[in-house]
């Protein structure tokens, strides 16, 4: 794994985006995650804008106990959930992945309850892209 940002845990797969995409929808089922969005950047650029673009998508991940957790203690945090996951293919026809680091994210929210939850968190999702790598 490389952390090439503070606020993302990322990596760089030998495989195909498509594979890139299973392993990591199944790395995060096996952290409690589930997904609740999913949105294809290149589709959507296409239909939107006529424009191409590379194989890209967003997966918001949803861990239910996390999630609860942090509204019980700060309803507005629902502004930064889910947490976001995104694979692209790469111009090497590899698969990026990277994963929100959570206390970056909630980094603007003001609590130690918060932040508590939110290292927790990271750890499952860094823990998605070791899984993967």
Do not use: Q, W
């Amino acid at each position: 794994m490389e952390k090439v940002k503070g606020y993302a845990f990322s990596t760089v797969l030998d495989t195909s985006y498509e594979d890139a995409i299973s392993k990591v929808t199944d790395a995060l089922k096996e952290e409690g995650f589930g997904i609740l969005t999913e949105i294809d950047v290149k589709a959507t650029l296409k239909k939107k804008l006529d424009k191409d673009f590379r194989k890209y998508v967003i997966l918001g991940a949803c861990n239910p106990p996390y999630a609860h957790r942090s509204l019980e203690a700060d309803l507005d945090v629902g502004l930064l959930l889910p947490c976001n996951v995104i694979v692209y293919e790469t111009d090497d026809k590899k698969a990026y992945v990277s994963a929100i680091n959570p206390v970056s994210a909630l980094e603007v929210i003001k609590s130690e309850e918060l932040r508590r939850i939110a290292e927790e968190v990271s750890g499952k999702l860094k823990m998605v892209i070791e899984r993967i790598v």
